[in-house]
């Protein structure tokens, strides 16, 4: 087969599992991609689906392995990392997940969301200075998150500091 009919036969089946993913037929979804010839039921997008179906259908242990592999095989995206620790958070542990997140902060020193989720993880781990720390940065680079933050249940032992900030 060419790259020509691989290309279209991934766009198809990808295309039918994200209806299927839309749905919340996850079960389909996966079934779209594993019809695919094996030499295509991992490449990039595939990949890609497979770790949103996963994380859509809140299949944790699934999707770790799936996003895992985006934040190795493309680690110049900071989501790709916000999605492992996210996933690796909910398939084992915060324990697990922050030091991912410390790593990928060092990379993307101006990623907002990498800043909230590290004060998220803190403020759950009972280190409030710490939390405060990445949350302001957090604010600085990407006041939206000031919103997030009033109504995220990780942070609501920072509630009246919060508050505070968004005065």
Not at 7 to 21: D, E, F, H, Q, S
Not at 30 to 55: D, K
Not at 74 to 96: T, W
Not at 120 to 142: G, I, M, Q
Request: proline share 4%.
């Amino acid at each position: 087969m060419s790259a020509d009919q691989d290309a279209v036969l991934v766009k198809k089946a990808l295309t039918y599992a994200n209806g299927y993913r839309e749905l919340e037929m996850f079960d389909h979804a996966i079934e779209e991609i594993e019809a695919l010839p094996e030499h295509l039921r991992y490449c990039e997008t595939a990949v890609q689906m497979r770790a949103a179906v996963y994380m859509q259908a809140k299949a944790w242990s699934k999707a770790l392995p799936f996003v895992e592999r985006l934040a190795s095989d493309r680690p110049g995206d900071a989501g790709n990392f916000v999605n492992f620790a996210y996933v690796m958070r909910r398939a084992r542990s915060l324990e697990e997940a922050k030091p991912i997140l410390q790593k990928a902060a060092q990379t993307f020193p101006e990623s907002a969301i990498i800043h909230y989720n590290l004060g998220c993880y803190a403020c759950h781990s009972n280190e409030l200075d710490v939390a405060k720390e990445h949350l302001s940065r957090a604010f600085e680079l990407d006041a939206e998150f000031k919103k997030t933050a009033l109504e995220d249940e990780d942070l609501s032992p920072l509630t009246v500091w919060i508050q505070e900030v968004v005065k």
